[in-house]
């Protein structure tokens, strides 16, 4: 099967800056793809790479498989949501959505019916004749998102679509924006710095840092087998320590253990507590293990060793995940 977009050996320097540095990347057509990485790890560039607003300083970008440079946007079958919108305030819903279609020049009849159609889809049916203005956070993020999807792309590329919207509105557009993608078939490429996000939303997530990718893989790979320390460490900050430490792989080697993998036990290994953190549901413990520092979560239930205390711990070899040189 064809790959919705493909990038071979793509660069994007602005001056000095490698924005985007020799990437290569399949994203499938069909999947919930995510691009995590700090900011200015090149991430947006990309997006605006596969959207058309960038050429590339090097290499070619595909669109099922025929070659992008020199197709203007509007020609791509993709479309962008941007994380402010970008909605006319003083235009009604429907208007905004139909926006793109005024511009190709379709009828008005046509361009409202299509109009109505993507509004039901993002369940705001009926409230074409809103100004866009009026609309709550979570409202406008939906009609921006219809206005992408009235075009019937194949591609949808998302930029931080959810970043304005509080926790809990934000939880719930994640899972609707998830529920939409499958129901419609379509590709998704979705930009966010937020680990937890990428993780629980994507089919396949991208880890950049500096303007390359780190790793590509499912968030289960991502999460548990972290190719570098640099992912080890952004997503879900991991205990990144010597192998040879913590029982794995050889001396010069590194391996990295995550902090709800790590557990009281009596017959475990000596190590000083130097933090203990509340967070509700479970409790962070800061700990030296043979001058090494180390981090675990423990359920809020358990009896939480204080500062200063001695305890014991230990963990399953088989959750320690060694990293290949030069990690
Ligand atoms: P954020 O999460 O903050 O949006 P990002 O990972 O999306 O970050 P990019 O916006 O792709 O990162 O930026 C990557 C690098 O390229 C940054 O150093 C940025 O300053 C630089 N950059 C991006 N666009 C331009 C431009 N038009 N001119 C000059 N430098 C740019």
Same mark, same amino acid.
């Given at each position: 099967?064809?790959?919705?977009?493909?990038?071979?050996? &793509?660069?994007?320097?602005?001056?000095?800056?490698?924005?985007?540095?020799?990437?290569?990347? #399949?994203?499938?057509?069909?999947?919930?793809?995510?691009? @995590?990485?700090?900011?200015? #790890?090149?991430?947006?560039?990309? @997006?605006?790479?596969?959207?058309?607003?960038?050429?590339?300083?090097?290499?070619?970008?595909?669109?099922?498989?025929?070659?992008?440079?020199?197709?203007?946007?509007?020609?791509?079958?993709?479309?962008?949501?941007?994380?402010?919108? /970008?909605?006319?305030?003083?235009?009604? *819903?429907?208007?905004?959505? =139909?926006?793109?279609?005024? *511009?190709?020049?379709?009828?008005?009849?046509?361009?409202?019916?299509?109009?109505?159609?993507? !509004?039901?889809?993002? $369940?705001?049916?009926?409230?074409?004749?809103?100004?866009?203005?009026?609309?709550?956070?979570?409202?406008?993020?939906?009609?921006? !998102?219809?206005?992408? @999807?009235?075009?019937?792309?194949?591609? &949808? @590329? !998302?930029? $931080?679509?959810?970043?304005?919207?509080?926790?809990?509105?934000?939880?719930?557009?994640?899972?609707?924006?998830?529920?939409?993608?499958?129901?419609?078939?379509?590709?998704? *490429?979705?930009?966010?710095?937020?680990?937890?996000?990428? !993780? #629980?939303?994507?089919?396949?997530? /991208?880890?950049? =840092?500096?303007?390359?990718?780190?790793?590509v893989g499912t968030s289960e790979d991502i999460y548990r087998r972290p190719n570098t320390r640099f992912v080890a460490d952004f997503v879900g900050s991991s205990n990144v320590l010597p192998a040879d430490l913590?029982? =794995?792989?050889? #001396?010069?080697?590194w391996a990295s253990l995550r902090p709800e993998d790590v557990v009281l036990d009596a017959s475990g290994r000596e190590a000083t507590v130097t933090g203990r953190y509340f967070h509700g549901r479970v409790t962070?413990?800061?700990?030296d293990l043979a001058g090494q520092s180390l981090t675990a979560l423990i359920p809020a239930r358990e009896d939480a060793p204080e500062i200063g205390e001695t305890t014991k711990i230990s963990w399953d070899p088989?959750?320690?995940?060694?990293?290949?040189?030069?990690?």
């Amino acid at each position: 099967m064809t790959d919705a977009v493909t990038f071979r050996g &793509v660069s994007r320097h602005f001056g000095i800056v490698k924005a985007v540095d020799e990437v290569d990347l #399949s994203i499938r057509d069909g999947e919930f793809f995510a691009m @995590l990485g700090p900011s200015g #790890s090149g991430k947006t560039t990309c @997006l605006r790479l596969i959207a058309g607003f960038e050429q590339p300083t090097a290499g070619h970008i595909e669109i099922f498989g025929e070659r992008a440079e020199g197709v203007p946007p509007y020609l791509r079958n993709v479309n962008t949501v941007f994380q402010n919108y /970008a909605l006319f305030p003083h235009m009604n *819903v429907r208007d905004n959505v =139909a926006f793109g279609l005024r *511009v190709k020049g379709v009828g008005r009849a046509e361009r409202h019916r299509a109009a109505e159609e993507a !509004l039901e889809l993002v $369940e705001l049916g009926g409230y074409g004749n809103r100004r866009a203005g009026e609309l709550s956070g979570g409202q406008r993020q939906r009609v921006a !998102l219809a206005r992408a @999807l009235v075009n019937k792309p194949r591609v &949808v @590329l !998302l930029d $931080e679509p959810l970043g304005a919207l509080d926790l809990k509105l934000r939880e719930q557009m994640q899972e609707e924006l998830r529920k939409l993608q499958r129901a419609l078939g379509l590709t998704f *490429v979705f930009v966010t710095h937020d680990q937890d996000e990428a !993780l #629980s939303m994507a089919d396949r997530v /991208a880890v950049f =840092a500096e303007g390359k990718i780190q790793q590509v893989g499912t968030s289960e790979d991502i999460y548990r087998r972290p190719n570098t320390r640099f992912v080890a460490d952004f997503v879900g900050s991991s205990n990144v320590l010597p192998a040879d430490l913590v029982g =794995a792989g050889a #001396s010069g080697q590194w391996a990295s253990l995550r902090p709800e993998d790590v557990v009281l036990d009596a017959s475990g290994r000596e190590a000083t507590v130097t933090g203990r953190y509340f967070h509700g549901r479970v409790t962070k413990l800061s700990l030296d293990l043979a001058g090494q520092s180390l981090t675990a979560l423990i359920p809020a239930r358990e009896d939480a060793p204080e500062i200063g205390e001695t305890t014991k711990i230990s963990w399953d070899p088989a959750r320690v995940h060694v990293m290949g040189q030069g990690a």
